[in-house]
């Protein structure tokens, strides 16, 4: 089969298409004949072996050898004491602890997996796991009436997050590169923010929940954006950033009457199919914004890597 091999961390240019045997599921897996593979950030950052916690697999070189968790695709064969699946089951999930989804097969845990609607196509099944399992839980205690700010807004949670938000009755400003500006407000955000223009920790008025995809500010300044009672969660950044959040973070908030921490986002088919339930009813949209074959995958990580992409970008082996 075709695989994209990377052995060693850094710019699109370290992966190439290999020929490699198709892998056998051992008990507990599944082998997925991949029918679409979303890119997250997750992917660019296993890409370039940063932040740290991308290394967690492999300190000097990539302990797994082919990125892409987002899959989606038929099962081609199970292994010993699985249950759920069969031959020719269409199924989508993410699939973090295995990875493997820039490849014609992969191999994923059973439990990884759902079973994919069938109003979804591949393709828009695999924008959802890790995304939609992120603006889930990210925009869980937004309300109607409350403020919410979303910083990294126009990547694929961030889509998904202000969609969620916007449904809970939440006023949104959605926070993002001069590109994505159009795009967000598409989307639903009411107010959005060019993060090169202008400092969102400093607002006219301060925020009820703040949801940070991609942390860079001081705590400080997170509490300064925060009205009163407000919470602060954040989702990926550099380790020092959520390394000082979790620290120092909880003692400012602690302190401040508000509450600032890490977002872990919790994985798995209970985690994200109600976001597909909303996006097989029509009440959230999916945003795809290119599709690119195994070849083109540097240069689809390189696309959502360098913030060119509007929603979400999948593969399509
Ligand atoms: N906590 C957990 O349990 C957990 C689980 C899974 C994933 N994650 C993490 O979640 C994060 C988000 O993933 P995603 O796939 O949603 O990302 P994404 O689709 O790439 O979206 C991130 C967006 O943030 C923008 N951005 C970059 N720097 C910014 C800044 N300083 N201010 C505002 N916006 C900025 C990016 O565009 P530009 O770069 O062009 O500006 C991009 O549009 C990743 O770091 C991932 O590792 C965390």
Redesign the pocket.
């Known amino acids: 089969m075709k695989a994209v091999i990377q052995d060693r961390y850094g710019l699109p240019d370290v992966l190439r298409v290999e020929d490699v045997p198709v892998p056998s599921p051992a008990a507990g897996q599944v082998l997925v004949r991949v029918a679409a593979t979303s ?4 992917d ?2 296993g890409l370039r072996g940063s ?1 740290g ?2 290394r967690l697999a492999g300190l000097r070189s990539p302990g797994l050898r082919t990125l892409g968790s987002d899959i989606a695709g038929v099962i081609d064969r199970v292994g010993d004491g699985v249950t759920r699946f069969r031959t020719g089951d269409e199924v989508y999930g993410d699939n ?1 602890s295995l990875m493997g989804g820039f490849a014609e097969y992969a191999l994923a845990p059973e439990a990884a997996l759902a079973p994919k609607p069938t109003a979804l196509t591949f393709a828009e099944a695999s924008t959802i796991p ?2 939609g ?2 603006a889930l839980q990210g925009t869980r205690t937004a309300i109607a009436g409350a403020r919410v700010l979303i ?9 998904f997050a202000i969609q969620l938000a916007k449904r809970l009755g939440a006023h949104v400003t959605a ?3 001069a ?2 500006q159009d795009f967000m407000r598409l989307v639903g955000a009411d107010e959005v923010i060019d ?1 090169r223009r202008a400092d969102f920790t400093r607002p006219a008025e301060r925020y009820d929940l703040i949801l940070d ?2 942390s ?1 500010r001081s705590v400080f300044a997170y509490r300064r954006a925060l009205a009163p009672g407000g919470r602060y969660r ?4 550099s380790v020092r950033t959520l390394l000082r959040v979790l620290t120092a973070g909880s003692v400012v908030g602690w302190t401040t009457r508000r509450s600032l921490g ?4 919790k ?1 798995g088919p209970p985690h994200f199919e109600p976001l597909a339930d909303l996006c097989v009813t029509g009440t959230v949209t999916i945003h795809i914004d290119r599709t690119f074959g195994l070849d083109d995958v540097p240069a689809a990580l390189a696309h ?6 509007l929603g ?1 970008v999948v593969v399509v082996p």
Not at 39 to 42: D, G, P
Not at 151 to 159: E, L, Q
């Open positions: 890119i997250n950030l997750s660019w950052e932040p916690y991308a973090l890790q995304a399992a992120i910083n990294g807004a126009g990547g694929g949670s961030g889509s926070v993002d590169n590109v994505k993060y995809l991609v860079t954040c989702v990926g950044g890490l977002l872990v986002v994985e959502v890597g360098e913030g060119r992409a979400k």
